[in-house]
């Protein structure tokens, strides 16, 4: 199984882009690498998901370097509401989270 | 489009007494179900899979269970709750070629 590392906090100031990156050395052919979004008190949210190189859709870009062991999530111009935890995760090929883990994700503290 | 319900949003039960909490999903068909736990300040423990009608799969012995009568709902129960049994219970959904999941609100259980 694939396991992640991602920092366990960040702080940062408003209006400053934000990179939380991720290692999994162990990442399989097959897997895709995807982040989620938590606030207190409710569920992961989907932010993006990629496969190699670079992804970027309304809400974020996530950076794949070529030997896939490393992802890093970018949040531009942050803002009080996107402190959160922000998880990352390695698999879920074929539809499938069977075996997929959520860590205790990152921490991220947006600072007026 | 798509939503997925659990309920109840909180619970304080008693040690011993039993537990049912259900998650339903509306909008699709065949999905993969998961039921997630997770305790304070950690990340998500996945407890149980689903990827049909009466396919359980367990990840972790506890004494908790699962089941899913329909294709669009699953069940969580204990017949006796333990105080470690408390946490917040996340149930999602994932279609069969889509690794993006979706998360319900969520139900913090208190066992008192």
């Known amino acids: 199984l694939a396991k992640t590392t991602q920092p366990i906090s960040m702080d940062s100031y408003e209006g400053q882009e934000v990179n939380i990156t991720c290692s999994h050395n162990?990442?399989?052919?097959?897997?895709?690498i995807t982040w989620y979004q938590q606030f207190p008190s409710q569920g992961p949210r989907f932010i993006i998901q990629?496969?190699?190189t670079k992804v970027t859709n309304e809400v974020a870009s996530l950076f794949i370097p070529a030997d896939r062991k490393s992802s890093t999530l970018s949040l531009p111009r942050v803002s009080l509401s996107d402190t959160a935890v922000y998880y990352c995760?390695?698999?879920?090929?074929?539809?499938?989270?069977?075996?997929?883990?959520f860590g205790i994700g990152t921490k991220l503290q947006v600072i007026p | 489009s798509q939503t997925i319900h659990q309920w109840p949003a909180t619970l304080v039960q008693p040690v011993g007494s039993p537990l049912s909490l259900e998650c339903t999903v509306e909008?699709?068909?065949?999905?993969?179900l998961y039921w997630y736990r997770q305790a304070a300040g950690r990340g998500l423990q996945l407890l149980f899979y689903?990827?049909?009608?009466?396919?359980i799969s367990s990840e972790v012995p506890q004494n908790l269970s699962a089941s899913r009568p329909q294709d669009r709902q699953f069940i969580l129960s204990s017949k006796k709750l333990l105080l470690s049994d408390s946490g917040f219970y996340l149930c999602?959904?994932?279609?069969?070629?889509?690794?993006?999941?979706?998360f319900g609100q969520g139900t913090r259980l208190t066992v008192v």
């Open positions: 995760l390695v698999g879920g090929y074929s539809g499938g989270y069977q075996k997929v883990t």
């Open positions: 689903s990827v049909g009608i009466g396919q």
């Open positions: 990629g496969y190699k």
């Open positions: 909008g699709t068909s065949n999905p993969n």
């Open positions: 999602a959904w994932q279609g069969q070629l889509n690794t993006e999941a979706f």
């Open positions: 162990n990442i399989a052919t097959n897997d895709y």
